[in-house]
């Protein structure tokens, strides 16, 4: 039952902001631990989507310097040290 669907990114924005920010009782353990885990494959899927947007327009960049400033945001959003950059 592992299928892939695919959602509008508004929609998938939208639900990732109402389970962040609204408050969902939950009225045992495991529905929290669920609601917990739900919360945090919406922040990781949004984490991949904003990687991507930026490495596209690190590829699509008319300029050196537009280029190099969506280099350094990708190397940013990755979690890459400073100290491990050229």
Do not use: C, H, P
Not at 29 to 49: D, G, P, T, W
Request: hydrophobic share 35%.
């Amino acid at each position: 039952m592992n299928k892939n669907i695919q959602i509008s990114a508004v929609t998938f924005l939208l639900t990732e902001y109402i389970l962040e920010n609204f408050y969902i009782e939950t009225s045992s353990e495991s529905e929290e631990m669920i609601l917990e885990k739900v919360k945090n494959a919406f922040r990781e899927k949004s984490e991949k989507i904003k990687r991507s947007e930026v490495y596209t327009k690190y590829k699509t960049a008319a300029t050196a310097d537009e280029k190099e400033s969506a280099r350094q945001e990708y190397l940013d959003l990755a979690g890459i040290y400073k100290s491990f950059r050229w």
